[in-house]
């Protein structure tokens, strides 16, 4: 009879931070550990340990037998870019974590070093209102048919010109050519 998985599955492989900052020495202050998700990528991601603080007993029992729970503050480096110190505490239960052993560091900060990212395109500051939404402003009798452009500020493979900046990706709205020109025929 074959077995029957129950449950939901995760891609976590690993271990958790706090099983590996708890057996190195002042917590692992000036480690490396890498998310095994992060491995998909061909730019470097890893962190590197600032402070680590565990919250042992707290007076309670039981409440913290694993030691899952503590303070870790890390210098992220995501995609070749370096994003800074981040409190990574509220993703330190996950057992997605690994210690880059000494040896292998060099190899990790020779890759951030000599990584080239990828270039940031530059949007237009506006862009042209779908044919539908057009209509209607139009009709109501505005004067403006073209839209703010927007980007999310955590969205760094974009970002929008200044004033006076060429624009490297041109964006067009419209129906396009449809692959049954027939069928559209008569319409406006």
Known sequence: MPYQLVGRTHTFYGRRLWEIVGRLKNFGVGRM???????????PCFYRIITAEPYFDTGRPHMDEDNMRGKVLVEKIFRGKNLGVMDISKAAYKTDFRLIHKHEE????????????????????????????KIVAEREGHAHTALPMQVSTKNWKYRIAEEGEQPTVELESGLGTPVSPHLYQGLR
């Open 106 to 133: 060099a190899k990790y900060l020779k890759s951030y070093e000599n990584c080239t990212c990828q270039e940031v395109n530059v949007l237009p500051r506006t862009i042209e209102m779908p044919p539908l939404l």
């Open 33 to 43: 550990v890498v998310r095994s998700r992060f491995g998909r990528y061909p730019e």
